[in-house]
């Protein structure tokens, strides 16, 4: 998308019909820097609302949260009133021009609102969209979900908060709620076509247990019953693996509830330092219950290894046993059996003297030896065992101290948990039993979302416990299979069907997983390397990269790759998310520049200088088209004279105040710039 | 002392799904076997040969420890005849008897409040959280 | 973005002749129709990879 030009007609502050031009040159060669200068008030968000008004219909921002709706108007107040006061309606209008791969695109919305009984009434009611075919000739299109779904195809509306950003409210990438990081997530696969990945597999699942189940209708005896099984653990498994992910679902949006909660019952002076301690002590149970979770990990692998101890009294029996014959020299013999049996068949000793019946000294001694002597490899296996024994007995002291240390160590922690618990539940009971109706309710709900966690994780556990037990049960029914058709010596053509959609499946989930995989990689290296360029100098002492996590939200690492993000300043979020936004449009073009604005409302507020001059030099090379709006407190004359030496600044648009208190947008040239802005006081 | 790794282990049938249930708690069958061989050994309890066991799982997922008990143990059983390190079947169908032995021990002494409400042996995962951790006390505890 | 395809094709590479096929198919057939249409589609694609895989 290349923005072209805006029109606001009694749109907000802009009274009357006000055009704004974008500059369109190409980036690194041309002027693709657009700074719009407004003080605060005169509209910069304004021209940010119309244009997301205009391309997605919205009639509110992020920002806008706490504001109601019934509260928030598009039309022009001064406007608004002077009609009515002639009886009529007026209508706020905002028209965006913009082309995309080659086409020309003309959007335009309306407002209509009329004033009744002093209370101001705003309805929609026009959404058209003209664009030019392929042959030249302009089609318009009037339905409203129509509009949508094409310009969801030029940009995707779940992404949009990436390219046309408000930077007062830039952390919702960094600080976004469970809820946003989910439709993002989404929007992020779509922008980088995984959705087809994506509905290529769900339609091979889809054909594998259709051929499945085919199959089993077919087949006969043993065979017939082993595929029919696995048939069934298959629909159990994609049951339960859908049932994780809705559980995973429900835990961010549980979690999050769960702290848009703690948020307000923190807002009560009452409660508050209640709240805080309570947060407190939930980090602290679940730390230690991360701690209890890994030692019985630890546990459940010693059980077997420590259960020798309770042989002991036997091991140490025969050890005793074999090191006494050990001792007696009777193992291993100082004569081996067959050389004493070789002996008496010899009738003669190696020494040279007789031994036989007749001379009964020798003879009766070299009884005795073969009486006592064993077979060989019997002597060797006893020596194994004696060794076997040796080391077994050696380090059961080593067993013993361990399964002393780690059971005592796995109490310290639950009895922890357990104080921790109680204390939370007297908070939880200070807080209910407030006096403040409004607050023991808001401590309820609380409780109750509390409790479904609680609930979700155990059954989380549960799940998790019967994937497994398919998965093994799976495997050797698979085997057992395999096993049949290669007695059968032949497998039918529907088997190899079912086969080749179950091996098909499994490849291309593969190729999915290593390309999502690769992808985050890539826009973590990305973003951490520009992100690098853009953050001043303590930045990158203390931040070394960023990390895009599997729900697509974003994680700062320390130099030693401990996650930061809860410690960054909002200015060095702020950078963290225009790092990652160039990274994910230079991943979405293939590693070229992605043909999108960056649309970036007041991003300089919370930077340093060395950030903003980061930001001037990198961003108009990296992004197709940048239009700024900002103060001049934020825009000085030192940041326009770097970007005007970049040479790729080429519109400059001042909102002027009115005396009606309405906004005027007035171009300037570029040059003027410089004179019309003053001295920026530097950052420290 | 082959160590054999083709010999199928068994163990009473109704045991079938504590096996199946105590592995996230105890690890794998030989391992939950073992404990159970050493329970057997060390009360003196012991289950009849030549009953019909089920197919537990493959002699070669034993360990070298494992075995030295096991080879111990026939040794013990032979008054002390190295000749019973020869043939590892035997061995297994001994130790064999010692783990459904040490099983009994082990469902009697521990498991008993673990287990679901019904006829088969089968393990309540509710009130399972911390498993692991009362199978590793329960060894000390019998030692004393 | 065809460049993601040509780079998922060039994954699949390694994977035997009728998999890459019926993968590459899937994924065509996915880029412009719904799941519905797709699973239609490998029904028939799936019983002639096999056809042509086996031996006469």
């Given at each position: ?8 007609e ?8 006000q055009?704004l031009?974008?500059?369109t ?10 700074v ?8 910069k ?29 598009l039309?022009?107040?001064?406007a ?7 009886g ?5 209008t905002?028209q ?17 609102a009329?004033?009744?009984?002093g209370?101001?009434l705003?309805?929609?009611?026009k ?14 299109v009037?339905n409203?979900?129509e509009?949508?779904r094409?310009l969801n195809g030029?940009?995707?509306r ?6 046309l950003?408000?930077?007062?409210k830039?952390?919702?990438l ?17 922008l980088?076509d995984?959705?087809d990945?994506?509905?290529a597999?769900?339609a ?5 247990t259709?051929?499945?189940?085919e ?19 298959q ?7 859908e049932r ?21 019952l ?25 701690r ?18 309770l042989?002991?009294?036997l ?7 074999v ?5 007696r ?7 081996r059996?067959d050389l ?7 009738e ?5 003297r007789?031994?036989?019946p ?16 064993v ?21 059961s002291?080593?067993?013993r101290?361990f ?5 005592q160590q ?9 104080t921790?618990?109680?204390?939370i539940e ?7 039993g407030s ?8 401590e309820?709900i ?8 609680v609930?979700?994780m ?6 998790g416990?019967e994937?497994?037990?398919r ?11 395999e ?25 291309l ?6 390309f999502t995989?690769?992808?985050?990689t890539?826009?973590?290296h990305d ?10 100098e ?5 931040l ?22 809860a410690?960054?300043s ?10 990652f ?5 230079s ?5 070229e ?31 197709t088209?940048?239009v ?5 407190t934020?825009?000085g ?13 080429g519109k400059?648009?001042?909102?002027e ?6 906004t005027?947008?007035r ?8 004179s ?9 | ?10 163990t ?11 592995r ?17 050994v ?10 019909r ?10 360990t070298a420890?494992e075995?030295a ?6 040794v013990?059983q032979?008054?002390m ?16 008897t010692?783990a ?24 309540d ?20 | ?14 994977s ?9 198919k899937a994924?065509?057939?996915a ?24 031996p006469?």
């Open positions: 998308m290349i923005l072209e030009q805006i029109t606001v009694n749109f907000r502050q802009f009274r009357g019909r055009s031009q974008f500059a040159g190409e980036p690194g060669k041309g002027k693709n820097v657009t719009i200068l407004g003080e605060n008030g005169r509209g968000t304004g021209l940010f609302r119309a244009l997301m008004f205009c391309l997605y219909g919205d009639c509110s921002l992020a920002q806008d949260e706490d504001v109601k709706r019934g509260e928030l108007r039309v022009n107040t001064s608004l009133v002077d009609a009515s006061q002639e009529k309606p007026v209508h706020a905002v965006v021009e913009f082309s995309h791969d080659g086409v020309h695109y003309d959007v335009e919305r309306r407002v209509k009329l004033l009744h009984d209370q101001p705003e309805q929609v009611d959404a058209e969209l003209r664009y030019r075919d392929e042959r030249g000739n302009t089609k318009l009037d409203p979900s509009i949508a094409r030029v940009l995707d779940r992404v949009r908060e990436y390219f950003f408000d930077g007062e830039i952390e919702h960094t600080r976004s709620s469970a809820a946003q990081r989910i439709e993002v997530a989404r929007g992020i696969r779509c980088l995984i959705d990945m994506e509905r597999l769900a091979l699942k889809k054909l594998r259709f051929l499945g189940d199959l089993s209708r077919v087949s006969t005896g043993e065979y017939a019953q082993v595929v029919a099984r696995l048939n069934e653990l629909k159990e498994l994609d049951a339960r693996t994780l992910e809705e559980i995973d679902k429900e835990l961010l949006l549980a979690e999050a509830e769960k702290k848009q909660l703690d948020d307000k923190a807002e009560n002076e009452g409660v508050a330092a209640q709240v805080a301690e309570r947060k407190r002590l939930e980090a602290q149970r679940d730390e230690l219950k991360g209890a979770g890994e030692l019985l990990d630890q546990m459940r692998d010693r059980v077997g290894p420590s259960a020798v101890l042989a002991t009294d091991l140490e029996r025969v050890y005793g046993t090191e006494d014959k050990r001792q020299g009777e193992i291993p013999t100082a004569l059996k004493i049996e070789r002996i008496l068949d010899d003669v000793c190696i020494c040279g007789p031994v036989k007749s001379v009964p000294d020798a003879f009766e001694a070299i009884l005795e030896w073969k009486n006592k002597a077979d060989e490899h019997i002597e060797n296996s006893a020596m194994d065992l004696w060794r076997l024994l040796s080391g077994l007995l050696g380090r002291d080593d067993i101290v399964l002393e240390t780690t059971i796995y109490g310290n922690i639950r009895n922890s948990i357990e921790t618990r109680k204390s007297d908070i939880n009971e200070q807080i209910g006096e403040r109706a409004d607050l023991s309710k808001l309820a609380r409780q109750g979302v509390e409790g479904r966690i609930r979700v155990a059954e989380r556990l549960v799940v416990g994937i497994a037990e998965e093994l049960e799976g495997g050797q029914r698979k085997a057992r299979r096993q049949l058709e290669r007695v059968e010596g032949q497998k039918t053509e529907l088997a190899e069907r079912v086969e080749l959609a179950l091996r098909t499946y499994e490849a989930d593969q190729v999915k997983q290593e995989g690769e992808v985050k890539r826009l973590s973003a951490s390397e520009v992100f690098g360029r853009l953050l001043d303590e930045g990158r002492s203390m070394r990269k960023i990390v895009v996590q599997d729900d697509y939200s974003l994680q700062v690492l320390d130099p030693w790759g401990k996650p930061f993000l410690n960054i909002a200015g060095q979020r702020q950078v963290a998310s225009i790092a936004i160039l990274a994910l449009a991943a979405a073009a293939g590693g520049v992605l043909e999108m604005p960056l649309f970036m409302d007041t991003p300089f507020g919370k930077l340093s200088w060395q950030h903003r001059e980061n930001l001037i030099s990198q961003i108009p090379g990296a992004a088209q940048w700024l709006l900002a103060t001049d934020e825009l004359r030192r940041e326009a004279s770097l970007l005007s030496r970049g040479g790729a600044w400059f648009h001042v909102l105040s009115q005396p009606d208190g309405s005027r947008v171009e300037h040239s570029v040059s003027e710039a410089l019309l802005l003053r001295n920026s006081e530097e950052d420290s | 002392m082959k160590q054999s790794t083709d010999i199928r282990v068994r009473g049938p109704r045991y079938d799904q504590l096996y199946k249930d105590l996230p708690y105890c690890g794998e069958a030989h391992a939950v076997f073992f404990l159970c061989f050493c329970l057997g060390r009360t003196g309890r012991r289950a009849e040969e030549g009953v066991r089920a197919d537990r799982f493959w002699s070669g997922t034993i420890d075995w008990c096991f080879y111990a143990m026939a013990d032979k008054h005849e190295f000749g019973a390190l020869d043939d590892d079947k035997v061995v297994v169908r001994i130790a064999e010692y459904d032995g040490g099983m009994e021990v082990l469902i009697d002494e521990l498991l008993e409040r673990f287990l679901a409400k019904g006829d088969t042996y089968k393990l995962t509710s009130v399972c959280a911390d498993l692991s951790w009362q199978l590793l006390k329960f060894i000390p505890d019998q030692l004393v | 973005m065809s460049d993601i395809h040509s780079e998922i094709a060039a994954k699949l590479e390694a035997p002749p009728d998999v890459r096929k019926l993968a590459l994924l065509e057939l880029h412009a129709n719904s799941e519905a249409t797709v699973f239609e589609g490998l029904k028939n694609w799936v019983r002639e990879i096999v056809k042509a895989g086996s006469q």
